[in-house]
């Protein structure tokens, strides 16, 4: 597959040097994408950089991933307003190792394949790198005029932040200059790629190699990905949709990209997926014929589920989604697990019992009215179990005074009670 024609259909290009597409077409190229390890864990902004690489291999080059943990330690100025905190060392190498288990679920680090991809460490080539040497080596072949021409520099000192841009992050772009440099000396590596925001310090690392090797290398950035509306891709009310389940379940993670637009899920298929053109073709032909059977958003939501987390964990994710909808049994409630189960109920009333009141001998009744005030009166729980409208984990209740045990408990500790359709609660017996 030609690699550059493969990114233009899905809509990954933004900015490409001249040559680059011939460069591509000659000879297998060696190519990398920088991540700061900024936390122990990528979100979904990541994605879009690590799927260039993804498809790069798949095109037969070779993919390399540069973790910055020396650029890590600084902080980039592109599109930020403010300094970022710097991390220890203990720190970095923890969220490094963390982000290099997610990276292989998207590349192949380990077969014996010429183009397998390789993790980098920019500290291993900077850590006893003087200052003195730095400016002497590196800082003469780039103008301070050529820096402060910088957007990302510009934008930091005319803003109206009043912290104006420190020199740890102006130095920044050399320092990834350098890499550039580094990885063409030592690896080979003609190709930089990242999202538009990179554009600056690709395009410093191109010129730096330039004046210092008269030597031609080459950049490709792919759009920063926002939403059909123009909210910022990837945030929630609750923060990043990570690809750690510590930090985003995979249930919450499956929601994210269900509950995608129309719009958003025809473009994010061709971005976050490695479907095919026909396959998608045939996918978006398929949803316009039925809009309201979000055919789109269950492939999306399903092929990048499974790519980050396991199938188990999307097959869970599908039925504990089927909870809400009133569609599941009392059997696929008590098949998901403690974290799912949390997912879904996040934000319903949660009560807290003693485990003491659950006896041989207690009544639902007396439960939820007098432990867990789910009804106000015990007159309400009556006529409500009178007319259907009680449910206790996914099971209608056809007596108030039903005895409840611990083998009622899901995982040992929960109950679910549901109120009429769409209200449920949640009790915590501990």
């Known amino acids: 597959m030609n690699f550059v024609d493969e990114l233009r259909w899905r809509g990954m290009v933004h900015d490409i040097m001249p040559g ?145 841009l420190s020199f740890t992050e102006f130095t920044y772009q050399l320092l990834q ?25 690709i395009t410093t690392g191109a010129e730096l190699i330039r004046r210092a090797k008269s030597q031609e290398v080459f950049g490709l950035t792919c759009p920063l990905i926002t939403k059909a509306d123009g909210g910022k891709f990837g945030k929630t009310e609750s923060g990043n949709i990570w690809l750690d389940r510590r930090y985003t379940s995979p249930y919450k993670f499956y929601q994210f990209w269900l509950n995608v637009s129309d719009a958003d899920a025809e473009r994010y298929i061709k971005i976050f997926t490695s479907l095919t053109k026909e396959v998608i073709a045939d996918l978006i032909a398929e949803h316009n014929q039925s809009p309201h059977e979000r055919i789109l958003q269950r492939r999306l939501a399903k092929e990048i589920t499974v790519m980050v987390h396991s199938q188990e964990d999307y097959d869970t994710a599908v039925e504990a989604s089927e909870i809400l909808f009133g569609k599941s049994t009392s059997e696929t409630l008590r098949k998901i697990d403690e974290e799912t189960l949390l997912s879904v109920f996040e934000g319903v009333p949660q009560f807290e019992i003693d485990s ?27 006529k409500l179990v009178k ?44």
Request: with cysteine.
């Open 177 to 201: 200059a350098y890499d550039y440099l580094h990885l063409l000396d030592s690896r080979g590596v003609k190709l930089q790629m990242g999202g538009s925001d990179q554009w600056g310090n």
């Open 20 to 164: 680059t597409e011939e460069l591509l077409a000659k000879e297998q190229v060696s190519a990398y994408v920088g991540i700061d390890p900024t936390a122990d864990s990528l979100h979904i902004g990541h994605l879009v950089s690590v799927m260039m690489l993804r498809h790069l291999q798949s095109c037969g080059h070779k993919p390399f991933a540069l973790i910055g943990g020396a650029t890590g330690m600084i902080g980039d100025p592109s599109g930020k307003s403010l300094e970022r905190n710097l991390l220890d060392d203990k720190t970095l190498l923890h969220n490094q190792q963390a982000i290099k288990n997610q990276l292989s679920k998207f590349l192949d680090f380990e077969s014996d394949a010429p183009n397998k991809a390789e993790l980098v460490n920019n500290y291993d080539w900077m850590k006893d790198f003087s200052f003195l040497a730095f400016v002497r080596d590196v800082g003469k072949y780039i103008t301070v005029n050529y820096m402060m021409a910088k957007d990302s520099v510009k934008k930091r000192l005319t803003g109206e932040t009043k912290d104006g």
């Open 387 to 430: 007319n259907g409208g009680i449910s206790l984990n996914k099971e209608k209740v056809e007596d108030c005074d039903q005895l409840i045990s611990d083998k009622d408990l899901l995982n040992n500790k929960y109950l679910l009670v549901q109120k009429g359709k769409k209200n449920y609660y949640l009790v915590l017996v501990k």
């Open 356 to 382: 003491a009141l659950i006896t041989e001998q207690t009544k639902l009744v007396d439960l939820f009215v007098d432990n867990a005030p789910i009804f106000s009166s015990k007159g309400e729980l009556r």
